[in-house]
Nanobody, 122 residues
Framework: QVQLVESGGGLVQAGGSLRLSCADS????????VGWFRQAPGQEREFVAS????????IYGDSMKGRFTISRDNAKNTVYLQMNSLKPEDTAVYYCAAGRWVVGTKRLYDYWGQGTQVTVSS
């Protein structure tokens, strides 16, 4: 059973960086795509990035390109989201999710973590 746990969120000033981690405590998501989504209060859950199982393909939401980098270490059952040049509008709860395809459509992901809060102060 895939069990996703996010960590690494916190409070950071605008322009700063954070690295989020998504660990699979069930140790079974090695062949699944993993994506990151975020949700700010009162807004829809938004696609951030996704990566395939072999690290060979990644996609990003438009506002994250050039600032965020997704990667994974299958030996550690962990996917990372490196976030640089953070802006106040990046403030949200960040969720990781696992599924069969590298897509930006949240309904196509089967497993979800509980989320980690990221707050960017101006």
């Amino acid at each position: 059973q895939v069990q996703l746990v996010e960590s690494g969120g916190g409070l950071v000033q605008a322009g700063g960086s954070l690295r989020l981690s998504c660990a699979d405590s069930g140790r079974t998501f090695g062949n699944l795509a993993v994506g990151w989504f975020r949700q700010a209060p009162g807004q829809e859950r938004e696609f951030v990035a996704s990566i395939n199982w072999s690290n060979s393909r990644t996609i990003y939401g438009d506002s994250m390109k050039g600032r965020f980098t997704i990667s994974r270490d299958n030996a550690k059952n962990t996917v990372y989201l490196q976030m640089n040049s953070l802006k106040p509008e990046d403030t949200a709860v960040y969720y990781c999710a696992a599924g069969r395809w590298v897509v930006g459509t949240k309904r196509l992901y089967d497993y979800w973590g509980q989320g980690t809060q990221v707050t960017v102060s101006s």
